[in-house]
Nanobody
Framework: QPQLVESGGGSVQAGGSLRLSCAAS????????MGWLRQARGTERDVVAG????????RYADSVKGRFTISRDNAKNTVYLQMNSLKPEDTAVYYC?????????????????WGQGTQVTVSS
C-alpha cells in the first residue's frame, strides 16, 4: 500500500496562501486517484479536492472552488494543493488520500489510504 506524507501546513493570515504537498511511496502512484481531505475540530472529515490518476480530471467541494487547486506530478510521486484566499473557516488538519478507483471523488468512502495530516491555521 502507498505511504503518504503531507507537508506544507502552517499558520497564515486570512487572504494568504499555502501550498501543501503529499509525497507517496511504496507502490505505483499513477493508477491512484488522489484527494485532499480536511477535518476541523469537532467536525467530520470532508473531501475538498480530488484528481484523477493521470491528472486530467479534478473535482472540488463548493467551499473551496475557485480558491484551491489540486495538481499532481506522477514523475515525482507527489500531489499538491495550492490554497489561495484562505479564510478562518479553512482551519483544519489536511490529509492526503489515495483511491484505487482512479477517478476523482468527493466521497470519503472511496479513499483507501491516508496520510497523517498537516495542520493549517488561518487567523482573521
Amino acid at each position: 500500500q502507498p505511504q503518504l506524507v503531507e507537508s506544507g501546513g502552517g499558520s497564515v493570515q486570512a487572504g494568504g496562501s499555502l501550498r501543501l504537498s503529499c509525497a507517496a511511496s511504496g507502490r505505483a502512484f499513477s493508477p491512484y486517484a488522489m484527494g485532499w481531505l480536511r477535518q476541523a475540530r469537532g467536525t467530520e472529515r470532508d473531501v475538498v479536492a480530488g484528481i484523477s490518476g493521470n491528472g486530467t480530471y479534478t473535482r472540488y467541494a463548493d467551499s473551496v472552488k475557485g480558491r484551491f487547486t489540486i495538481s499532481r506530478d506522477n514523475a515525482k510521486n507527489t500531489v499538491y494543493l495550492q490554497m489561495n484566499s484562505l479564510k478562518p473557516e479553512d482551519t483544519a488538519v489536511y490529509y492526503c488520500a489515495a483511491s484505487w478507483r482512479g477517478l476523482p471523488s468527493l466521497s470519503l468512502a472511496t479513499y483507501n489510504y491516508w496520510g497523517q495530516g498537516t495542520q493549517v491555521t488561518v487567523s482573521s
